[in-house]
């Protein structure tokens, strides 16, 4: 297997306060793999720590095979990279700040420019001063500077913000394109779980600094991906009928009046018409599939996948 990133053990302590705590991910060359975490998690930190803006407090990252020093300046130029909000020349052109860092990266194919800013939608305005970018174009840029110098691993740190939905669209089916046709790697954060759903090969959960899973998303849509929801009065007195009557134990109350069946060939005339020879109202009953923000939320809240339910 060919790992283009590793981290392992990798840390990082401010003021004496651990904010990631010994991270082991593995990137395959080649793959789109989707870094989730709520705000603070530690995702920017460990982005941070492989582009080599901060070292580690202890731990390692191997990047191309090799150990990631503060001299793996050959390295660097394999990489491209949207950290935190991307910062220009405001006063330059958008074609201006791009060549400005093919300069400084040793890369001097002017074509490349030119078809960056058309792929990216720029071709119009790339000699317009950055100044006078809005918040989505400044994001366009930013991953067109990110990989006008076809780069092997992309290292983008929410990557869409600011652009509308049919911008998110566009440059979703952009990095699809970068990694099936030009063989980058990619490594993205973002809090739109739906895209990284329909985007990612692999996800890393990140939460309070330690990497919750790292998972396929084939593994994921395979877990009990489909169940089916019940919205009645009364979620636990429902819940003791359905394990007396059909031995159902599969499940998770979500609240005192939703319950979650992970076992979607149940039939569900047969579990209406249960719970009301019982006196319990129902007031919904669907088949449901399940998401990538279910699972995410069933790592973060409970900490292990299965943590939605109840065996």
């Known amino acids: 297997m060919s790992f283009i990133l590793q981290t392992k053990q990798l840390s990082k302590t401010y003021k004496k306060t651990e904010v990631v705590s010994h991270v082991n991910m593995r990137i395959r060359r080649g793959e789109i793999y989707g870094f989730l975490g709520p705000n603070g998690a530690g995702k920017t930190t460990v982005m941070r720590m492989i582009t080599n803006l901060i070292p580690p407090t202890?731990?390692?990252?191997?990047?191309?095979?090799?150990?990631?020093?503060?001299?793996s300046y050959?390295?660097?130029?394999?990489?491209?990279?949207?950290?935190?909000?991307?910062?220009?020349?405001?006063?330059?052109?958008?074609?201006?700040?791009?060549?400005?860092?093919?300069e400084y990266m040793g890369y001097y194919d002017k074509k490349s420019i030119r078809e960056t800013?058309?792929?990216l939608g720029l071709a119009s305005i790339g000699n317009k001063p950055v100044?006078?970018?809005?918040?989505?174009?400044?994001?366009?840029?930013?991953?067109a500077r990110a990989i006008c110098t076809k780069?092997?691993?992309l290292i983008l740190d929410e990557p869409v913000n600011g652009m509308d939905p049919s911008g998110i669209r566009e440059i979703r089916d952009l990095f699809r394109v970068l990694s099936k046709e030009y063989g980058m790697t990619v490594l993205i954060s973002s809090h739109i779980l739906q895209e990284i759903e329909q985007?990612?090969?692999?996800?890393?959960?990140?939460?309070?600094?330690r990497l919750l899973e790292e998972v396929s998303m084939e593994q994921v849509r395979g877990r009990h991906n489909e169940y089916i929801e019940i919205v009645v009065t009364d979620a636990r007195?429902?819940?003791?009928?359905?394990?007396?009557k059909l031995a159902i134990t599969n499940y998770k109350?979500?609240?005192?009046?939703?319950?979650?069946?992970?076992?979607?060939?149940l039939p569900p005339a047969q579990l209406n018409r249960l719970l009301v020879q019982h006196e319990i109202d129902v007031e919904a009953l669907n088949k449901k599939t399940r998401s990538l923000e279910d699972y995410f939320l069933g790592l973060i809240e409970g900490g292990t996948p299965d943590a939605m339910e109840i065996n």
């Not at 100044?131 to 991953?143: T, V, Y």
């Not at 985007?199 to 600094?209: P, R, S, W």
């Not at 007195?237 to 007396?244: F, G, K, P, T, Y």
């Open 253 to 265: 109350i979500m609240d005192h009046s939703a319950i979650r069946i992970y076992d979607p060939k």
């Open 74 to 102: 050959e390295a660097m130029k394999r990489m491209g990279s949207i950290i935190e909000y991307p910062i220009f020349y405001d006063h330059l052109s958008g074609q201006a700040n791009l060549e400005l860092h093919c």
């Open 131 to 143: 100044k006078d970018f809005s918040l989505g174009m400044k994001q366009r840029l930013g991953i």
């Open 151 to 153: 780069p092997e691993l």
């Open 117 to 119: 800013l058309d792929l």
């Open 199 to 209: 985007l990612a090969d692999t996800i890393g959960v990140i939460n309070h600094g």
């Open 58 to 71: 202890s731990g390692e990252i191997e990047l191309f095979g090799a150990p990631l020093t503060p001299h």
């Open 237 to 244: 007195r429902a819940a003791i009928v359905l394990e007396d």
